[in-house]
């Protein structure tokens, strides 16, 4: 396949199809007769007892006991202590194995 093949469907056709195309008439559109609006169609009432549907309410949520603010500040200080001590082995137990390795590396 060749370089003219691939542009061949993106080419402007020949001059004179674009001449002929602009001297036929244009073709008539179809006329219909005028449609005359009535109006909508009428509705039947609803019957005299219909009511909308009830939805219950549901029952008002129960009370939440009271917060021990004292206990939850001790037991948070006790969960950041526990947290930090668990950072600093970790950390601790890094930079020994990294030692390791840097002195395995040199010498």
């Not at 060749?2 to 402007?12: P, Y």
């Not at 073709?27 to 909508?40: I, K, L, N």
């Not at 021990?68 to 600093?88: C, F, P, V, Y």
Request: net charge neutral; aromatic share 4%.
């Amino acid at each position: 396949m060749t370089k003219a093949d691939d542009d061949a469907g993106w080419r402007r056709p020949p001059a004179g199809t674009d001449s002929e195309r602009a001297a036929q008439p244009a073709p008539a559109a179809p006329t219909r007769p005028p449609v005359e609006y009535s109006g909508p169609p009428p509705s039947n009432p609803p019957p005299a007892n219909w009511r909308p549907p009830l939805v219950q309410r549901p029952v008002p949520p129960r009370q939440l006991p009271e917060q021990d603010h004292d206990r939850l500040d001790i037991e948070e200080q006790a969960a950041r202590t526990l947290s930090q001590g668990i950072g600093m082995v970790a950390g601790a137990v890094l930079l020994v194995l990294m030692l390791i390795l840097c002195a395995r590396a040199l010498f």
